[in-house]
């Protein structure tokens, strides 16, 4: 099946440091990518979808230049979250779309737990 | 609004017993449906899916069941194990894909 990783898996950093979080599809090219938020015992929250070449679009309410999304390549996506704080403490996820003919789906990678102190 | 409902939050069943999982859309654009498992610190990961002009779809001890009339589909877990246990999310896509709220699975020993 399709594998999309996630680099680093968790992260501690002190409040007002950025912190870059990488999403790679390994097997696949995915022109789109998403970037999800999941807080605990609740569904993910779109925050932007992320096209290759092209800026990335947000979701109502998403802050575009607290969360700076770059899809340099079409395997590779990145999430910056700039000055980072408390508040900003979340389990990130990406996910890459595969068209298989007709048919697309989403593939998750593992998550990025981060931890603004 | 939440375009896809899912029911219940969450369930208990003793191993061996069925767990049924159902979500409900009004959106009749979506094409798509699957199913996610996710694990606790873990990224949600593709289960079993199905299109809507497939009424049932096995894959394993995993079965979608789709009412295309009543738009509403549900996943059915067979002889289900402790290690079934985690949170299970429908989606449905049309252009984007939309998630359910989630049920948090417990299968005791």
């Known amino acids: 099946g399709a594998v999309v990783s996630q680099h680093p898996s968790w992260v501690i950093c002190k409040s007002g440091t950025s912190v870059k979080i990488e999403c790679r599809s390994l097997?696949?090219?995915?022109?789109?990518m998403f970037w999800y938020r999941q807080f605990p015992k609740q569904s993910l929250m779109l925050m932007a979808t992320?096209?290759?070449?092209?800026?990335?679009?947000?979701e109502q309410g998403v802050e575009k230049d607290k969360f700076l999304i770059n899809h340099a390549s079409l395997t590779l996506s990145t999430l910056t979250v700039t000055s980072a704080h408390p508040e900003d403490s979340s389990f990130y996820i990406c996910?890459?779309?595969?068209?298989?003919?007709?048919?697309?789906?989403?593939?998750f990678g593992p998550g990025t737990r981060l931890l603004v102190l | 609004q939440q375009q896809v409902k899912q029911s219940p939050q969450s369930l208990i069943v003793q191993k061996g017993g069925i767990p049924i999982i159902n979500c409900a859309y009004e959106?009749?654009?979506?094409?798509?449906f699957p199913w996610y498992q996710q694990f606790p610190g873990k990224g949600p990961a593709l289960l079993i899916a199905?299109?809507?002009?497939?009424s049932e779809k096995k894959e394993g001890r995993f079965t979608i069941s789709f009412n295309k009339s009543a738009k509403q589909f549900s996943l059915h877990i067979m002889d289900s194990q402790p290690g079934d246990s985690a949170t299970y999310f429908c989606?449905?896509?049309?252009?984007?894909?939309?998630f359910g709220g989630g049920t948090r699975l417990m299968v005791k020993p």
């Open positions: 199905i299109r809507p002009d497939v």
């Open positions: 992320s096209n290759e070449g092209s800026k990335a679009t947000y």
């Open positions: 989606a449905a896509i049309a252009s984007m894909l939309t």
């Open positions: 097997d696949f090219q995915a022109t789109t």
């Open positions: 996910s890459a779309r595969l068209l298989a003919g007709a048919l697309e789906t989403q593939y």
């Open positions: 959106n009749t654009a979506f094409d798509y």
